[in-house]
Structures are given as structure tokens and as C-alpha cells.
């Protein structure tokens, strides 16, 4: 993998389901990965910063895991609510720049 | 954290013209970045603005076309000039906090542009 990809571009959840989505990165070279999540005409908000293989992290009902050695990252929302809509991106850093995938772009019917 | 904020938050702007977006950040900051985010597309890094010094430019982007400023270690302008409809973006900036850890950034809530 060249670049950072997200998977799916685009997700419907019912309101108190459970998701998750994907981020896949190069893992040569890794230095860490950044979840940030994006809501309309407001400033993509910093969810969080992961570096070391197995790093698990959690803020509220969001959480996500680290994969690598093989290149991916999975976000988890659980019991979603309709103030998780929003843009989801993932990027990988290092040499102080971010490279970011394409975004899974989440909304969450009442 | 660092909080910034951009001006205007959008614009529609007629093809051949130019748009200087404004950047402010709440305290001194060393570098500062631009990106884009093309309809459909990811968020691509166009430039870093360091202060007192030329910007760097990704590979793709050049200075004609997106002059920067960086008079001081709170603000920065980037422009669009002779604009076309591929211009159409949410051109965001972005800096570093006051520690900077594992390359974090915070960005301001971006500049919505059509080019009619």
C-alpha cells in the first residue's frame, strides 16, 4: 500500500448501533497514525494519536486499534448517536507532515 | 491545542480572479501548513509557511499559483490566484501545538471555495 486508504468513502447507521471502519497505511517507515473527526464547517477535531503496534485507545464511545506490521488501523463507535455524523479521517505521519486517506463519511439515522 | 481561525469561511469567486485566505493561530507557532480537500478527494498538503523564510511547496503546487505570507508566528495568507472551477475546495491551514507530539496537528475549520 502506497497511499492511506479508508474504507468504506460513505456509511449509514442506524441511531444505537455499533460500526467501525478501516485506515490502511504503508507500515515501512511508520512513525504514527492520526484518527480526526470532521464535522461541517467546523475544525477537523483531533481524536487520536497512535505509534506503537497493539495500541489500543478509547475517548467515550470511540475507540480504536493499531496494526503496524501489517498497515491498518480500525475505528469502533459504539451505541452511534446522531452527533457522530461527521467525516472520519485517518492519517499517517512522519517527517512532520500528515498524509491523509479520503475520509469515511458517517451519518447516523434517528 | 492550538486555535485557529481562518477568513472568509467561504467564497464563490468568478474564474480568472484571486482569493487571499487568511490564517490566524492563538499563539506563536513555528510552522503552519496549508492543504485542500478536492471534492471526492483526500486532504492533500500544499505548502509549509515557516516563519521569516520562503514556504516549501509539495510536489504539484507552486508559487505562482498559491503565494504564501507568514509575516509573524501567528498568521499566514495563502492565495489562489487565476482561479478555475479545479480550484473548487475546502482549503484548511494548520499548526502544531505548543508541544509538538508525534507531528499532531490542529487545523482551523477551512475555507470553503467555489469558482464559478
Redesign the interface.
Known sequence: IL??EQSPQSLHVQEGDSTNFTCSFPSSNF??L?W?RWET????E?LF?M?LNGDEKKKGRISATLNTKEGYSYLYIKGSQPEDSATY?C?S??A????????TRLTINP | SAVISQKPSRDICQRGTSLTIQCQVDSQVTMMFWYRQQPGQSLTLIATANQGSEATYESGFVIDKFPISRPNLTFSTLTVSNMSPEDSSIYLCSSFGLAVSYNEQFFGPGTRLTVL
Request: proline residues 4%; charged residues 10%; positive net charge.
Open positions: 497511499n492511506v512513525y504514527a492520526h480526526y464547517a467546523k475544525s477537523p483531533a494519536v505509534t479521517l492519517a505521519s512522519g512532520q507532515k500528515l498524509v491523509f486517506g479520503q475520509g
